[in-house]
Antibody, heavy 121, light 107 residues
Framework: EVQLVESGGGLVQPGRSLRLTCAASGFTFDEYAMHWVRQPPGKGLEWVSGISWSGASIHYADSVEGRFTISRDNAKNTLYLQMNSLRAEDTALYYC??????????????WGQGTLVTVSS | DIQMTQSPSTLSASVGDRVTITCRASQSISRWLAWYQQKPGKAPNLLIYQASSLESGVPSRFSGSGSGTEFTLTISSLQPDDFATYYCQQYNTYLFTFGPGTKVDFK
């Protein structure tokens, strides 16, 4: 059974940093692209960032480009999101999501339950 | 960037109704479109990929159609478990985009 378990969320002051972690199990992690998607409270879904199976291809939404860094450790079956210079508008539930394939042109077939990031002074 | 719109934003329906949700892309995305269902407090669930392919385990009352810039999600006979919010997503480019969502609630 595929499992994605996010952690690392919490309350943080504007301008500070936070690192999210997604522990994956139940599938061959290094064969799939992985993504982060966020959802502000009561609002819709926003794709944040994605990384190819090898880590060679990485992309970010304009809203986080230059502030967030996605990475993966295939030996540990773990996905990361380093979030710097956090803003109030980054407040959201952050989901880790698995692509259906190793191609970038793949939707997301499994999601974690999310970790809540709240940016407030 | 490709923008996605959905209509309606809210849809009131009854059990047994045929329901159709429309998603439009600001430029052609071929058939690189997915539909997700999300219930309150839960993560999204993939229903349809590549515009019309049904994800494994998803009931056959769900169907998708369209290509280019206009797509539809149809629920042939709405069931109690289907009251939820539905999102379309384009994955045609390196920057994915979701639609704003359509909430299906009780009439």
């Amino acid at each position: 059974e595929v499992q994605l378990v996010e952690s690392g969320g919490g309350l943080v002051q504007p301008g500070r940093s936070l690192r999210l972690t997604c522990a994956a199990s139940g599938f061959t992690f290094d064969e799939y692209a992985m993504h982060w998607v966020r959802q502000p409270p009561g609002k819709g879904l926003e794709w944040v960032s994605g990384i190819s199976w090898s880590g060679a291809s990485i992309h970010y939404a304009d809203s986080v480009e230059g502030r967030f860094t996605i990475s993966r450790d295939n030996a540990k079956n773990t996905l990361y999101l380093q979030m710097n210079s956090l803003r109030a508008e980054d407040t959201a539930l952050y989901y880790c999501a698995k692509a259906t394939g190793n191609s970038w042109l793949s939707p997301f077939d499994h999601w974690g339950q999310g970790t809540l990031v709240t940016v407030s002074s | 960037d490709i923008q996605m719109t959905q209509s309606p934003s809210t849809l009131s329906a009854s059990v047994g109704d045929r329901v159709t949700i429309t998603c439009r892309a600001s430029q052609s995305i071929s058939r690189w479109l997915a539909w997700y269902q999300q219930k309150p407090g839960k993560a999204p669930n993939l229903l349809i990929y590549q515009a019309s392919s049904l994800e494994s385990g998803v009931p056959s009352r769900f169907s998708g159609s369209g290509s280019g810039t206009e797509f539809t999600l149809t629920i042939s006979s709405l069931q109690p478990d289907d009251f939820a919010t539905y999102y379309c997503q384009q994955y045609n480019t390196y920057l994915f985009t979701f639609g704003p969502g359509t909430k299906v609630d009780f009439k």
